[in-house]
DNA sequence: TATAAAACCTGTAGCCACTACAGGTTCAGG
DNA sequence: CCTGAACCTGTAGTGGCTACAGGTTTTATA
């Protein structure tokens, strides 16, 4: 009386994730997600563990992780000893990485308002904007 | 007497912009620089319209501006009407798609954060960060 | 002036994380 | 049983470079 467990088409999978069917196919075929099953007829069958794997890797990736890294989360998820220290410094190093991100478009963010403003403040000839771009000097 | 401008080499031009002479070579190849004269044996001679071009296109690339509208923007800088308004309104669409950048990037460091702050507060065994985003329902 | 080294030339392939085909096969509903 | 949707594989394209390979030209030194 062994209880089957329920499988997915990649379909089903990509409504039940929010990741599109080619994108998983993608997943397999970089070894990010775990190779499924078939059909007699080489149709893809998924199961939940293949589900909370995408589920996680979805989420990984909306928090910005890049493919190699999420592999190695998921080999450290794999792994029992030592991992949370592990899993901890990847983040936090991520967190360092993204928030460079954001110093780097805060800055880019401040140059393009005082374009902007030097544009709306215009009463001259020619536009300041491909002034400035042209010719400031730094 | 016809004053001879300047020309320079790629490497000169590399040096004296910050841009790489990998980099030079493609932005000629995909239109946005101006392909410079040659010398008998076939070596690229910039002059300093190309220089103040190429700093240009550098402080565009700085901005996050993508090649496509930096084409666009040099478009508009040689033509001389309407312009200013033309290119206000691309800095400013441009500005919008830095601040939504911003905004994501915001919310991956907050829940980033997050995660780090569960993990030092773990006492429990197994990683906290692991377990949220494997068994997260949302 | 000869030669060696640096810089240049072209063309192509690789990076990342997908996305979008083409051309064929299998599955599910009626 | 049949149709049409979903699936299969493999390949090429995206953007903005970067990194070769294999050859030519220029430049600096002896």
Redesign the pocket.
């Known amino acids: 009386m062994t209880t089957e467990s329920p499988t997915y088409?990649?379909?089903?999978l990509?409504r039940s994730t929010g990741v599109?069917?080619?994108?998983i196919?993608?997943?397999e075929q970089c070894g990010l997600l775990a190779a499924p099953g078939?059909?007699?007829?080489?149709?893809?069958m998924y199961t939940d563990d293949h589900k909370r794997q995408l589920n996680f890797i979805r989420r990984c990736?909306e928090l910005g992780f890049?493919?190699?890294e999420i592999t190695g989360l998921l080999d450290l998820a794999q792994t029992d000893e030592k991992t949370c220290e592990q899993v901890r410094q990847a983040t936090a190093a991520h967190l360092v990485d993204v928030q460079a991100k954001i110093k780097d478009l805060r800055a880019m963010e401040r140059t393009l308002k005082d374009l902007i403003g030097q544009c709306d403040a215009n009463s001259t000839a020619g536009c300041p904007i491909i002034d400035i771009l042209l010719f400031q000097s730094h």
Chains 1, 2 share one sequence.
């Open positions: 088409s990649r379909g089903q990509a599109k069917g080619e994108t196919r993608y997943y078939r059909t007699a007829g080489g149709h893809r990736r890049a493919i190699s």
